[in-house]
């Protein structure tokens, strides 16, 4: 069997768990033959003779088969796997952002040049999402994808609910621990899961949705208050992706859930993430595991090089017709007397709580009036995910500044 030749850009956090589970595995037809870093002067655990700094001169090396990008540039990213793929050079990638901000021209690329892009290690790390519903549920009707698709956040929320850190050491411990983007911004502000939505969007309802049209905020507005409603209730705050597919109306959304002990979202911790799958046929699914991290990210690199040494490309479901609606949605809204005009806003209102520094409202409400309150500071929302009334909401008494 022929051996493959990789070129690796990026020896990161990903690129190095890669290199090591590649290592791991001498029977896999492959090896690394160059790799294309940044910085000349960071010290590597690797020969200095496989490293260089020039992409182009990767790309363009005849005896390159295939391009593994690790990087955290979006343009550069970009940028290489066109030059690859016109050079007919398969490509793995893990960048969730690129690949969901151009995954309609990207699959246009792969048809112009019949050379594949395998990006299993961009959604959800370890756990093997894309290829389970490209291969496994072409004929399936999915009704709904749904989970906890960001490690970093969920470990944040985590370590602050169980372990009383606050939000700066939590964030600085998923730093360290590798399972956040160089820029916090894209875990805490909901963007990531929202990359990885439209991604798995595209793959299991035939539609590419521009990650902009997806309705998302993060954990970055949460507050003591929050949490105190969170632990005072049974409940846990958890960052949600959600794709629900009714009646040829697809609603989309990643925002902090409130979940019960009946949720199984309410058992995924730290860095795991969750993906579930409903569908007509099968029911309900659940894939849960190491959602970032080194060597999990790594193993599903190594498993689409696999992939591309054995053949395999993606299938790309057929697009469903659909439109995105207005939904009405469930959501505890923390506001204060500055913004109490948004109680105004709500359809039906369940539970209002006015506090001397902070108040709530629990209600339902349409997604584009709650997307006009998101921004205002000193308001937050969070999904309710089960039944108000199945909630005995205990009042809380503030006496701290919000
Ligand atoms: N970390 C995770 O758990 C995880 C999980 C899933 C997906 N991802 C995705 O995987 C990709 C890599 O993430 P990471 O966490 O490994 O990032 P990282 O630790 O910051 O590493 C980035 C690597 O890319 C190199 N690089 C950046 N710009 C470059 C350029 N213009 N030319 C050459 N090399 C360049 C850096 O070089 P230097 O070493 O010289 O700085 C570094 O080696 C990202 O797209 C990320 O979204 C990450």
């Given at each position: 069997?022929?051996?493959?030749?990789i070129?690796?850009?990026g020896?990161?956090?990903?690129?190095?768990g890669?290199?090591?589970?590649?290592?791991?595995?001498?029977s896999?037809?492959?090896?690394?033959?160059?790799i294309?870093?940044?910085?000349?002067?960071?010290?590597?655990?690797?020969?200095?003779?496989?490293?260089s700094f020039?992409?182009?001169?990767?790309?363009?090396?005849?005896?390159?088969?295939?391009?593994?990008?690790?990087?955290?540039?979006?343009?550069?990213?970009?940028?290489i796997l066109?030059?690859?793929?016109?050079?007919?050079?398969?490509?793995?990638?893990?960048?969730?952002k690129m690949?969901?901000?151009?995954?309609?021209?990207?699959?246009?690329?792969?048809t112009?040049?019949?050379?594949?892009?395998l990006?299993e290690g961009?959604?959800?790390?370890?756990?093997?999402?894309?290829?389970t519903?490209?291969?496994?549920?072409?004929?399936?009707?999915?009704t709904?994808?749904?989970?906890?698709?960001n490690?970093?956040?969920?470990?944040?929320?985590?370590?602050?609910?169980?372990?009383?850190?606050?939000?700066?050491?939590?964030?600085?411990?998923?730093?360290?621990?590798?399972?956040?983007?160089?820029?916090?911004?894209?875990?805490?502000?909901?963007?990531?899961?929202?990359?990885?939505?439209?991604?798995?969007v595209?793959?299991?309802?035939?539609?590419?949705?521009?990650?902009?049209?997806?309705?998302?905020?993060?954990?970055?507005?949460?507050?003591?208050?929050?949490?105190?409603?969170?632990?005072?209730?049974g409940?846990?705050?958890k960052?949600?992706?959600?794709?629900?597919?009714?009646?040829g109306?697809l609603?989309?959304?990643?925002?902090p859930?409130?979940?019960?002990?009946?949720?199984?979202?309410?058992?995924?911790?730290?860095?795991n993430?969750?993906?579930?799958?409903?569908?007509?046929?099968?029911g309900?699914?659940?894939?849960?595991?190491?959602?970032?991290?080194?060597?999990?990210?790594?193993?599903?690199?190594?498993?689409?090089?696999?992939?591309?040494?054995?053949g395999?490309?993606?299938?790309?479901?057929?697009?469903l017709e659909?439109?995105?609606?207005?939904?009405?949605?469930?959501?505890?809204?923390?506001y204060?007397?500055?913004?109490?005009?948004?109680v105004e806003?709500?359809?039906?209102?369940?539970?209002?709580y006015?506090?001397k520094?902070?108040?709530?409202?629990?209600?339902?409400?349409?997604?584009?009036?709650?997307?006009?309150?998101?921004?205002?500071?000193?308001?937050?929302?969070?999904?309710?995910?089960?039944?108000?009334?199945?909630l005995?909401?205990t009042?809380?008494?503030?006496?701290?500044?919000?």
């Open positions: 069997m022929k051996r493959y030749n070129g690796l850009i020896f990161g956090c990903v690129g190095q890669f290199y090591e589970v590649l290592k791991a595995n001498p896999i037809p492959a090896q690394i033959t160059k294309v870093v940044k910085d000349a002067s960071k010290e590597r655990a690797v020969d200095r003779n496989l490293l020039n992409i182009d001169e990767l790309i363009n090396d005849p005896a390159i088969d295939m391009v593994v990008e690790l990087i955290d540039d979006v343009d550069v990213a970009y940028d066109k030059k690859s793929l016109s050079l007919h050079k398969p490509v793995v990638t893990a960048n969730k690949v969901a901000e151009n995954l309609s021209e990207l699959i246009s690329l792969q112009l040049y019949k050379t594949p892009i990006y961009a959604v959800c790390g370890s756990i093997p999402i894309i290829q519903i490209d291969r496994y549920y072409q004929s399936e009707n999915i709904s994808i749904s989970g906890i698709f490690g970093s956040t969920n470990y944040i929320l985590t370590k602050i609910l169980e372990q009383n850190l606050t939000y700066d050491e939590a964030l600085q411990e998923a730093q360290e621990n590798g399972f956040a983007e160089s820029d916090p911004i894209l875990d805490v502000g909901g963007f990531d899961p929202k990359f990885k939505l439209s991604i798995l595209r793959h299991a309802f035939g539609h590419w949705v521009h990650p902009d049209q997806i309705l998302h905020w993060g954990i970055n507005k949460l507050q003591n208050q929050d949490f105190d409603f969170a632990k005072a209730n409940l846990k705050i960052l949600v992706a959600k794709a629900d597919y009714k009646n109306s609603s989309l959304t990643v925002a859930h409130f979940v019960n002990a009946q949720d199984p979202l309410f058992y995924i911790d730290n860095e993430n969750v993906v579930i799958i409903d569908g007509e046929f099968v309900r699914q659940t894939l849960a595991g190491k959602g970032a991290g080194s060597h999990p990210t790594g193993l599903a690199v190594l498993s689409d090089v696999k992939a591309i040494i054995y395999t490309a993606y299938h790309y479901k057929i697009p659909f439109i995105i609606p207005d939904s009405v949605i469930d959501v505890y809204v923390r204060d007397a500055t913004t109490d005009f948004v806003l709500f359809e039906s209102i369940s539970e209002k006015v506090g520094q902070s108040s709530y409202v629990l209600g339902s409400i349409k997604l584009n009036q709650l997307k006009s309150i998101l921004n205002i500071d000193n308001v937050n929302a969070i999904v309710m995910t089960q039944e108000k009334k199945e005995q909401t009042k809380l008494t503030y006496s701290y500044a919000s």
